[in-house]
């Protein structure tokens, strides 16, 4: 796992966050940003990107998420821990881990739907 995102496992939930201020968040936003002028990425605007992605490339996870996300930090919950409910939260760990990495990936997601992301 790297710094930039945390997966925290409790006996009545389980936390994803991403922290939007770390270098590699920031540089992605920024890229993100200079391709869709919506996309100022803070807290808020990642839960719509990622919401948005999640609809495409993975609705189970997106079925199972509550979002509270803030202007520095995108936060989801899953309210139910279960050997499935871990491993979708891992697979979104992966996921986001795979968009802040590869930069492209990211880029053409926000290319080919931006117009359909709810941006805050």
Known sequence: MKDYYNISFFEDYISVSLYVEYEEVMKLGEAMEQ????AYMNGYNWEAFL???LEYNAPEILDILESDSEAGMYSAYINDVNEETKALAQK?????ESLIENEDLALDFL?????????D
Request: aromatic share 14%.
């Open 111 to 119: 290319e080919e739907h931006g117009d359909e992301i709810d941006w």
């Open 51 to 53: 919401n948005k992605y």
């Open 92 to 96: 979104f760990g992966e996921i986001i």
């Open 35 to 38: 391709a869709d002028s919506n």
